[in-house]
């Protein structure tokens, strides 16, 4: 959900193997939690739920459903935030995640707030679960983008869920693939075109090794993938960037969230 970009790597717009982008996802996060956490951990909450940088909380949105005595899993689940909150409304939150540290981090605040969270090391694209565990999956801004078999991912979450489970999840809005990651005017002019789906890559100069890789769907491959696995939508929401929030996130800013979404979520139903 940010641009952090060091001096020393380059980018590239190249096809990625899904081993190639886990391995460098992975590692990436582990280097990155620590100061994510920093940066942004007071406006996530350690038992909050926000879907996206324009603040827009579950409680307001409601995509879930009732979570109430409802077995829960996030995809991506970082520090834990979301699936604390989960568990705050009475239901079963888990979490999975990539990264060994931001894992660390979420037993950290299992610890400061008394809220514990069971969570594993794994990735989208197998879930370490048996057949029908749970009746919601989610992921908020976590795993998605970063996966370059997404199929298998949406495959492996509707096995996963019980019939009639739940699946939401946010993302960058695919039209900001259109755009530079700039939260100031140049992040206003389209500069490539939105159909390109291929990956976005960060090599390390000094190791010539991948280390951050990002992939894009349109719209239309989000509704596609969805049906394909059994779903059906319920849920499109791009919120809106709201008065008086000041707060710049990566590209995220008051600047270009007036004028274009910068987050779409997903709600859908297994049928």
Do not use: K
Not at 26 to 49: C, I, K, M, S, V
Not at 234 to 253: A, F, I, N, Q, Y
């Amino acid at each position: 959900m940010e641009n952090h970009l060091p001096q020393r790597v380059r980018v590239e717009r190249r096809a990625v193997t899904e081993q190639e982008s886990r391995s460098a996802n992975g590692p990436d996060w582990d280097r990155y939690a620590d100061e994510y956490q920093a940066t942004h951990g007071e406006f996530l909450g350690d038992t909050g739920f926000v879907w996206g940088p324009e603040g827009l909380t579950e409680a307001e949105a409601g995509v879930l459903g009732d979570v109430t005595d409802r077995d829960v899993l996030e995809v991506g689940s970082g520090a834990g935030q979301c699936s604390r909150w989960v568990r705050a409304q009475g239901g079963r939150g888990y979490g999975l995640d990539l990264s060994f540290r931001q894992l660390q981090h979420s037993r950290r605040i299992d610890l400061d707030t008394g809220v514990a969270v069971p969570s594993v090391l794994g990735t989208a694209t197998a879930l370490p679960f048996a057949d029908a565990s749970f009746d919601v999956v989610f992921s908020s801004f976590g795993a998605l983008q970063f996966v370059r078999d997404i199929g298998e991912a949406v495959a492996e979450t509707a096995r996963v869920l019980r019939p009639g489970g739940r699946f939401a999840f946010s993302i960058t809005h695919p039209t900001r693939w259109m755009f530079p990651d700039d939260p100031g005017e140049p992040g206003l002019v389209a500069s490539q075109s939105y159909w390109d789906r291929t990956p976005y890559v960060e090599v390390d100069d000094e190791t010539g090794r991948t280390s951050y890789v990002e992939h894009h769907r349109t719209l239309g491959d989000w509704v596609a993938l969805l049906a394909g696995a059994g779903f059906v939508i319920t849920d499109l929401l791009e919120p809106e960037w709201p008065e008086g929030h000041d707060r710049v996130w990566g590209g995220w800013s008051a600047l270009r969230g007036r004028l274009t979404p910068g987050t779409a979520i997903f709600g859908a139903r297994l049928g």
